[in-house]
């Protein structure tokens, strides 16, 4: 396929679509004017619809890992405890976000490429009170997706005051999450992954449990005070100067994820892991990811036939094609396909097709 740059197949950053990159480039506008506020209010009704949530969804200027540290911060107090369901780089990374910030933190553990179940939940709510459990939906390092649902109705059968904070980064979009039916109270994503935008602005849905529970916190911190943020949200605008022109993406993005359909959507993500794990069988490659819970939105394949996964990388680059090369301790050992995000069926075809080239030769 010939492009006139390179096509990002890696699981965040992701391709961009032209149009949505040409949205930024509208004019500027004031963010205390009218038109922001109707920007914002027409932005804040679309994250509703995707988040499927009645409640507001912040909007920051910033990567997730603020939103990570927004939401340890206003949901869990300094006297109390969270549990956080760690198997990968990613929820690994969360945990030493609340331990930075004070928080006293007790781990459910899973070796990489495994699931948490709702039932290590159930055991750990059994033992100890907590004010949240954090979770993330999307591991992007391994390419598991978690029980969500299953780890939420847990929580609200044994635990009813606990929070349920939840990071869908590179879920939200591709794969399956509804914030209010599965009792989430905080839904956190950035931009740069399953929805397709540019770096630079992250969004959270928050229950009004959160605010009441922030109420109780002394020190939220400045940035990413949600007490705050929901002085500024009613009046449709943000305590800081917001990315407008993320906000003008992502407003043109969701537009288009509309028409497309949610449903329709989430399908043909299932549709790419389909054409991704054929692939993988058929070549002799295995899965990092344990059977039942491999991601809608990234495979992660074990790299059984010790392909040279440098060379594979140069190899795609050639063809156009940015591919990951495995995550952290898993470099190497693995190499991660992306099929989410605007990524269609052709794209991933051929992005497998020229794999088959390198696998040739
Ligand atoms: C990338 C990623 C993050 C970090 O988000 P940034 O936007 O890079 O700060 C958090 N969680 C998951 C699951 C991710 O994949």
Redesign the pocket.
């Known amino acids: 396929m010939a492009q006139d740059h390179k096509y990002l197949m890696t699981p ?1 950053p992701v391709e961009v679509r032209a149009e949505i990159l040409q949205a930024q480039t509208d004019w500027m506008i004031g963010h205390r004017s009218q038109a922001f506020a109707e920007l914002f209010a027409s932005l804040q009704e679309k994250l509703k619809h995707v988040f499927f949530t009645q409640n507001r969804v912040y909007v920051c200027g910033s ?3 603020g939103l ?1 540290e927004g939401a340890s911060r206003n949901a869990i107090r300094d006297d109390k405890r969270a549990l956080h369901l760690v198997g990968g780089a ?1 929820s690994e990374r969360w945990a030493e976000i609340s331990q930075a910030n004070g928080k006293t933190v007790d781990i459910i553990n899973v070796d990489w490429g495994q699931n948490h179940t709702a039932e290590m939940v159930a055991d750990a709510l059994a033992q100890h009170e907590y004010d949240a459990v954090c979770a ?1 939906h ?3 390092s391994t390419g598991v997706t978690h029980p969500i649902k299953a780890i939420g109705e847990v929580i609200r059968e044994k635990a009813p005051d606990t929070l349920y904070l939840v ?1 869908s ?2 879920g939200l979009l591709g794969a399956e999450i509804r914030a209010d039916e599965w009792g989430i109270d905080i839904l956190l994503t ?1 931009s ?2 399953a929805m397709a935008l540019p ?1 630079g602005i ?1 969004f959270a849905s928050v229950s009004d449990r959160v605010l009441e529970r922030a109420q109780q916190i002394a020190y939220r911190g400045y940035y990413f005070d949600f007490i705050a943020l929901e002085e500024s949200i009613v009046k449709n605008n943000t305590p800081a100067t917001p990315p407008v022109s993320l906000m003008f993406a992502a407003n043109h993005q969701l537009a288009d994820v509309l028409a497309e359909g949610i449903e329709n959507r989430w399908q043909r993500h299932l549709d790419m892991r389909q054409m991704t794990q054929d692939w993988v069988e058929q070549r002799g490659f295995g899965f990092f990811a344990v059977e039942g819970y491999r991601s809608p939105t990234v495979t992660c394949v074990a790299n059984t036939r010790h392909a040279d996964v440098n060379k594979m990388a140069a190899f795609m680059m050639n063809k156009g094609y940015d591919m990951d090369k495995g995550y952290g301790q898993i470099k190497g050992k693995t190499f991660r396909v992306a099929h989410m995000g605007d990524t269609q069926p052709a794209i991933l075809q051929d992005f497998l097709n020229g794999l088959d080239e390198f696998l040739a030769q």
């Open positions: 965040g990567s997730g890992t990570w990613f993330v999307n591991e992007t990071d980064v590179s950035s740069q992954k770096p992250a």
